[in-house]
Protein backbone atom coordinates (compact mmCIF):
# COMPACT_ATOMS: atom_id res chain seq x y z
CA UNK A 1 0.00 0.00 0.00
CA UNK A 2 2.76 2.28 0.67
CA UNK A 3 4.66 2.09 -2.38
CA UNK A 4 1.06 2.52 -4.09
CA UNK A 5 0.46 5.57 -2.26
CA UNK A 6 3.86 6.75 -2.86
CA UNK A 7 3.65 6.06 -7.29
CA UNK A 8 -0.03 7.70 -6.81
CA UNK A 9 1.44 11.38 -5.12
CA UNK A 10 4.39 11.66 -7.98
CA UNK A 11 2.23 10.94 -10.56
CA UNK A 12 0.83 14.83 -9.49
CA UNK A 13 4.09 15.78 -11.15
CA UNK A 14 3.56 13.45 -14.22
CA UNK A 15 3.05 15.47 -17.39
CA UNK A 16 -0.25 14.56 -19.44
CA UNK A 17 0.87 13.26 -23.03
CA UNK A 18 -2.95 12.59 -23.77
CA UNK A 19 -4.87 15.30 -21.82
CA UNK A 20 -8.79 15.31 -22.65
CA UNK A 21 -11.87 15.90 -21.40
CA UNK A 22 -10.14 19.20 -20.68
CA UNK A 23 -11.90 21.83 -23.09
CA UNK A 24 -15.37 22.43 -24.91
CA UNK A 25 -14.11 21.22 -28.63
CA UNK A 26 -12.85 17.56 -29.18
CA UNK A 27 -9.03 17.54 -30.50
CA UNK A 28 -6.89 15.18 -32.28
CA UNK A 29 -3.23 14.77 -32.02
CA UNK A 30 -1.01 12.21 -33.41
CA UNK A 31 -0.04 9.13 -30.89
CA UNK A 32 3.53 9.56 -29.39
CA UNK A 33 4.16 6.43 -28.64
CA UNK A 34 5.32 3.21 -30.47
CA UNK A 35 3.28 0.75 -31.68
CA UNK A 36 4.86 -2.68 -31.52
CA UNK A 37 7.99 -2.21 -29.13
CA UNK A 38 10.24 -5.18 -29.67
CA UNK A 39 12.32 -5.27 -33.21
CA UNK A 40 11.21 -8.58 -35.26
CA UNK A 41 13.18 -11.62 -34.82
CA UNK A 42 12.72 -15.50 -36.63
CA UNK A 43 12.23 -16.10 -33.41
CA UNK A 44 9.42 -13.74 -32.74
CA UNK A 45 5.98 -15.23 -31.75
CA UNK A 46 4.47 -13.37 -34.81
CA UNK A 47 5.41 -13.46 -38.32
CA UNK A 48 6.81 -10.22 -40.12
CA UNK A 49 3.72 -9.89 -41.60
CA UNK A 50 1.40 -10.42 -39.14
CA UNK A 51 3.66 -8.03 -36.97
CA UNK A 52 3.64 -5.42 -39.58
CA UNK A 53 -0.21 -5.78 -40.09
CA UNK A 54 -0.62 -5.06 -36.11
CA UNK A 55 1.68 -2.19 -36.75
CA UNK A 56 -0.14 -0.45 -39.71
CA UNK A 57 -3.81 -1.75 -38.46
CA UNK A 58 -3.93 -1.45 -34.62
CA UNK A 59 -5.63 -5.06 -34.78
CA UNK A 60 -4.83 -8.54 -35.64
CA UNK A 61 -6.50 -11.80 -35.57
CA UNK A 62 -5.03 -15.27 -34.87
CA UNK A 63 -7.17 -17.88 -35.60
CA UNK A 64 -6.01 -21.91 -34.35
CA UNK A 65 -4.39 -20.88 -31.36
CA UNK A 66 -6.68 -23.04 -28.85
CA UNK A 67 -7.39 -26.74 -29.56
CA UNK A 68 -11.03 -27.91 -29.39
CA UNK A 69 -10.88 -29.58 -26.24
CA UNK A 70 -9.32 -26.05 -24.24
CA UNK A 71 -12.41 -24.46 -26.06
CA UNK A 72 -14.98 -26.97 -24.66
CA UNK A 73 -13.28 -26.32 -21.19
CA UNK A 74 -13.66 -22.55 -21.72
CA UNK A 75 -17.71 -22.78 -22.62
CA UNK A 76 -18.15 -25.23 -19.75
CA UNK A 77 -16.44 -22.78 -17.27
CA UNK A 78 -18.51 -19.49 -18.96
CA UNK A 79 -21.66 -21.49 -18.56
CA UNK A 80 -20.65 -22.14 -14.95
CA UNK A 81 -19.73 -18.63 -14.29
CA UNK A 82 -23.22 -17.78 -15.77
CA UNK A 83 -25.38 -20.19 -14.05
CA UNK A 84 -23.28 -19.28 -10.25
CA UNK A 85 -23.68 -15.48 -10.51
CA UNK A 86 -25.75 -15.36 -7.47
CA UNK A 87 -22.25 -16.29 -5.49
CA UNK A 88 -19.94 -13.77 -7.50
CA UNK A 89 -19.29 -10.68 -6.07
CA UNK A 90 -22.52 -8.19 -7.09
CA UNK A 91 -19.88 -5.30 -7.92
CA UNK A 92 -18.06 -7.56 -10.81
CA UNK A 93 -21.61 -8.34 -12.35
CA UNK A 94 -22.67 -5.71 -15.15
CA UNK A 95 -26.16 -6.04 -16.17
CA UNK A 96 -27.92 -4.88 -19.33
CA UNK A 97 -29.56 -1.03 -19.00
CA UNK A 98 -33.85 -1.82 -19.04
CA UNK A 99 -34.04 -5.55 -19.55
CA UNK A 100 -31.28 -6.70 -16.92
CA UNK A 101 -29.97 -9.83 -18.80
CA UNK A 102 -26.17 -10.31 -17.47
CA UNK A 103 -23.65 -7.84 -19.47
CA UNK A 104 -20.04 -8.47 -18.41
CA UNK A 105 -18.33 -10.40 -15.37
CA UNK A 106 -14.86 -8.76 -14.56
CA UNK A 107 -12.19 -10.15 -13.06
CA UNK A 108 -12.50 -13.08 -14.48
CA UNK A 109 -9.07 -14.39 -13.99
CA UNK A 110 -8.97 -13.73 -10.20
CA UNK A 111 -12.54 -15.59 -9.76
CA UNK A 112 -11.82 -18.56 -12.03
CA UNK A 113 -9.05 -20.85 -12.18
CA UNK A 114 -9.29 -21.89 -15.95
CA UNK A 115 -9.39 -18.35 -16.72
CA UNK A 116 -6.66 -17.81 -14.70
CA UNK A 117 -4.37 -20.36 -16.80
CA UNK A 118 -5.91 -18.69 -20.25
CA UNK A 119 -4.88 -15.55 -19.47
CA UNK A 120 -1.29 -17.11 -17.95
CA UNK A 121 -0.69 -19.05 -21.04
CA UNK A 122 2.46 -18.53 -22.88
CA UNK A 123 0.70 -18.62 -26.17
CA UNK A 124 -0.49 -15.31 -25.21
CA UNK A 125 1.75 -13.91 -22.87
CA UNK A 126 4.57 -14.30 -25.97
CA UNK A 127 2.77 -12.08 -28.25
CA UNK A 128 1.96 -9.42 -25.75
CA UNK A 129 5.63 -9.45 -24.46
CA UNK A 130 6.79 -8.96 -27.95
CA UNK A 131 4.43 -6.38 -28.83
CA UNK A 132 4.48 -4.03 -26.06
CA UNK A 133 8.42 -4.87 -25.35
CA UNK A 134 8.76 -6.54 -21.71
CA UNK A 135 7.00 -7.95 -18.86
CA UNK A 136 3.53 -7.42 -18.32
CA UNK A 137 0.87 -7.57 -16.20
CA UNK A 138 -2.96 -8.06 -16.16
CA UNK A 139 -4.73 -4.62 -16.18
CA UNK A 140 -8.33 -6.08 -16.33
CA UNK A 141 -10.17 -9.42 -17.33
CA UNK A 142 -13.66 -9.55 -18.23
CA UNK A 143 -16.46 -11.79 -19.98
CA UNK A 144 -18.49 -10.13 -22.26
CA UNK A 145 -22.20 -11.07 -23.24
CA UNK A 146 -24.34 -10.12 -25.73
CA UNK A 147 -27.53 -12.10 -25.19
CA UNK A 148 -29.61 -13.37 -28.14
CA UNK A 149 -32.25 -10.77 -29.53
CA UNK A 150 -31.49 -8.04 -26.77
CA UNK A 151 -27.70 -7.50 -26.30
CA UNK A 152 -27.24 -4.16 -26.33
CA UNK A 153 -24.63 -1.75 -28.14
CA UNK A 154 -20.99 -0.85 -27.28
CA UNK A 155 -20.44 2.62 -28.62
CA UNK A 156 -16.95 3.99 -30.24
CA UNK A 157 -14.55 4.60 -27.77
CA UNK A 158 -10.14 4.61 -27.25
CA UNK A 159 -9.61 2.38 -23.94
CA UNK A 160 -6.47 3.93 -23.59
CA UNK A 161 -8.71 7.27 -23.33
CA UNK A 162 -10.46 5.79 -20.62
CA UNK A 163 -7.71 4.12 -18.85
CA UNK A 164 -5.78 7.23 -19.27
CA UNK A 165 -7.92 9.63 -17.71
CA UNK A 166 -10.09 7.58 -15.22
CA UNK A 167 -7.79 5.08 -14.47
CA UNK A 168 -4.08 6.78 -14.47
CA UNK A 169 -2.55 4.92 -17.57
CA UNK A 170 0.22 7.01 -18.53
CA UNK A 171 1.51 5.85 -22.27
CA UNK A 172 -0.08 3.45 -25.00
CA UNK A 173 1.78 0.60 -24.01
CA UNK A 174 -1.06 -1.72 -23.29
CA UNK A 175 -3.56 -4.18 -25.85
CA UNK A 176 -6.17 -6.16 -25.52
CA UNK A 177 -6.55 -9.52 -26.06
CA UNK A 178 -10.36 -11.29 -26.87
CA UNK A 179 -10.87 -14.93 -27.37
CA UNK A 180 -13.75 -15.84 -28.87
CA UNK A 181 -16.40 -18.93 -27.15
CA UNK A 182 -19.41 -18.20 -29.40
CA UNK A 183 -19.52 -18.14 -32.90
CA UNK A 184 -18.98 -14.37 -34.14
CA UNK A 185 -21.06 -13.37 -37.06
CA UNK A 186 -20.97 -10.55 -38.81
CA UNK A 187 -24.79 -10.19 -37.51
CA UNK A 188 -24.92 -10.29 -34.16
CA UNK A 189 -22.79 -7.95 -32.82
CA UNK A 190 -19.22 -8.81 -33.08
CA UNK A 191 -16.07 -6.47 -33.02
CA UNK A 192 -16.12 -3.68 -35.23
CA UNK A 193 -12.70 -1.70 -35.27
CA UNK A 194 -11.26 1.52 -37.36
CA UNK A 195 -8.11 0.62 -38.90
CA UNK A 196 -5.17 3.03 -38.83
CA UNK A 197 -7.40 4.57 -35.86
CA UNK A 198 -4.29 3.93 -33.25
CA UNK A 199 -1.92 6.80 -35.17
CA UNK A 200 -4.44 8.66 -33.69
CA UNK A 201 -6.08 10.01 -30.26
CA UNK A 202 -9.57 11.98 -30.20
CA UNK A 203 -9.16 13.86 -27.08
CA UNK A 204 -13.02 14.24 -25.85
CA UNK A 205 -15.65 16.66 -24.30
CA UNK A 206 -16.83 16.84 -21.14
CA UNK A 207 -16.27 16.66 -17.12
CA UNK A 208 -16.17 13.26 -16.07
CA UNK A 209 -18.84 12.92 -13.21
CA UNK A 210 -18.36 11.06 -10.29
CA UNK A 211 -18.16 7.31 -10.21
CA UNK A 212 -18.71 7.83 -13.81
CA UNK A 213 -17.79 3.90 -14.28
CA UNK A 214 -21.06 3.03 -12.93
CA UNK A 215 -22.95 4.09 -15.45
CA UNK A 216 -20.43 3.98 -18.10
CA UNK A 217 -20.13 0.02 -18.02
CA UNK A 218 -23.59 -0.45 -19.06
CA UNK A 219 -23.47 2.92 -21.74
CA UNK A 220 -20.80 5.41 -22.07
CA UNK A 221 -21.56 8.73 -22.30
CA UNK A 222 -17.79 10.80 -21.67
CA UNK A 223 -14.57 9.74 -23.18
CA UNK A 224 -16.78 8.83 -26.52
CA UNK A 225 -15.47 10.50 -29.86
CA UNK A 226 -17.40 13.60 -31.28
CA UNK A 227 -19.20 12.29 -34.49
CA UNK A 228 -17.25 14.70 -37.19
CA UNK A 229 -13.60 13.14 -36.14
CA UNK A 230 -15.16 9.07 -35.97
CA UNK A 231 -16.66 9.82 -39.24
CA UNK A 232 -13.02 11.17 -40.55
CA UNK A 233 -11.67 7.88 -38.42
CA UNK A 234 -13.84 5.99 -40.23
CA UNK A 235 -13.40 7.54 -44.19
CA UNK A 236 -9.63 7.03 -43.76
CA UNK A 237 -9.68 3.58 -42.88
CA UNK A 238 -13.03 2.21 -43.37
CA UNK A 239 -14.59 -0.25 -40.85
CA UNK A 240 -14.04 -3.80 -40.36
CA UNK A 241 -15.53 -6.87 -38.37
CA UNK A 242 -12.95 -9.38 -37.97
CA UNK A 243 -15.07 -12.56 -37.08
CA UNK A 244 -13.84 -16.09 -36.42
CA UNK A 245 -14.32 -19.66 -35.53
CA UNK A 246 -14.63 -20.71 -31.69
CA UNK A 247 -11.44 -20.30 -29.96
CA UNK A 248 -9.76 -17.38 -32.17
CA UNK A 249 -7.81 -14.43 -30.61
CA UNK A 250 -8.36 -11.03 -31.88
CA UNK A 251 -5.86 -8.32 -30.44
CA UNK A 252 -6.05 -4.88 -30.46
CA UNK A 253 -3.60 -1.55 -29.69
CA UNK A 254 -5.19 0.47 -26.51
CA UNK A 255 -6.14 3.22 -28.49
CA UNK A 256 -7.61 1.52 -31.37
CA UNK A 257 -11.24 2.94 -32.18
CA UNK A 258 -13.96 0.08 -31.73
CA UNK A 259 -16.99 -1.04 -30.51
CA UNK A 260 -19.87 -2.98 -31.78
CA UNK A 261 -23.75 -3.28 -32.48
CA UNK A 262 -26.63 -4.36 -30.88
CA UNK A 263 -27.48 -8.07 -31.53
CA UNK A 264 -30.91 -8.89 -32.40
CA UNK A 265 -30.85 -11.76 -34.09
CA UNK A 266 -31.14 -15.56 -31.75
CA UNK A 267 -27.44 -16.12 -32.01
CA UNK A 268 -26.01 -14.76 -28.52
CA UNK A 269 -22.06 -13.57 -28.50
CA UNK A 270 -19.60 -14.21 -25.70
CA UNK A 271 -15.79 -13.36 -26.00
CA UNK A 272 -13.29 -13.29 -23.16
CA UNK A 273 -11.16 -10.03 -22.74
CA UNK A 274 -7.50 -9.89 -21.38
CA UNK A 275 -6.12 -6.77 -21.24
CA UNK A 276 -2.04 -6.60 -20.88
CA UNK A 277 0.04 -3.74 -19.48
CA UNK A 278 3.72 -2.91 -19.34
CA UNK A 279 4.97 -3.12 -16.05
CA UNK A 280 6.55 -0.11 -16.50
CA UNK A 281 3.72 1.99 -17.71
CA UNK A 282 1.92 0.76 -14.10
CA UNK A 283 -0.68 3.05 -13.25
CA UNK A 284 -0.57 6.61 -11.93
CA UNK A 285 -3.16 8.85 -10.37
CA UNK A 286 -5.80 9.17 -12.81
CA UNK A 287 -5.16 12.02 -15.57
CA UNK A 288 -9.04 13.75 -15.50
CA UNK A 289 -8.25 14.27 -11.01
CA UNK A 290 -10.76 12.15 -10.11
CA UNK A 291 -10.70 9.06 -7.45
CA UNK A 292 -9.34 5.84 -8.82
CA UNK A 293 -11.64 3.46 -10.18
CA UNK A 294 -11.81 0.10 -8.28
CA UNK A 295 -9.34 -2.30 -9.20
CA UNK A 296 -11.20 -5.16 -10.86
CA UNK A 297 -11.56 -2.18 -13.81
CA UNK A 298 -8.05 -1.09 -13.17
CA UNK A 299 -5.35 -3.49 -11.31
CA UNK A 300 -3.21 -1.05 -9.54
CA UNK A 301 -0.91 -3.15 -7.13
CA UNK A 302 -0.27 -5.18 -10.23
CA UNK A 303 -1.41 -8.14 -8.43
CA UNK A 304 -2.05 -10.02 -12.25
CA UNK A 305 2.12 -9.61 -12.83
CA UNK A 306 3.01 -12.23 -14.84
CA UNK A 307 4.37 -15.00 -15.61
CA UNK A 308 2.80 -17.25 -12.54
CA UNK A 309 1.43 -19.94 -14.88
CA UNK A 310 3.74 -18.93 -18.25
CA UNK A 311 3.86 -22.79 -19.07
CA UNK A 312 0.45 -23.61 -18.24
CA UNK A 313 -2.55 -24.15 -20.98
CA UNK A 314 -6.21 -23.78 -20.34
Given at each position: ???Q ?8 NQ??HY???LD???KV?A?R ?11 S?L ?14 T ?5 TS ?6 Q?E ?5 D ?6 S?L ?5 G???LR??F?V ?18 V????L????Y ?7 FK ?11 S?F??W?V??G ?14 P ?10 I??S ?5 A ?7 K ?5 L ?8 D ?12 I????GP??T?M ?6 MH ?9 P?S????V ?15 P???D???D???S?T????E????
Open positions: MKELKQEDFSATDPSRTVPMRDPVVYSEWTIDPTYAQTESYAHNGFLLPDILSEVACLRTRALQGVGVIDELVREPNGASIKHQINRIFSRLACDHRLISARFLGEAVIHQSRLNPAFRGKEFYWYDETHEDMPRMCALSMSIVLTNYGFNGPLMLPGHHKYVCVGETPDHYIQSKKQEYGVPDNNLQALAEAGGETPTIGVLFDCNTGSNSNITPFRNFFIYNACSNRLVAPFGRKPRPFLARGMGLPAFGDSA
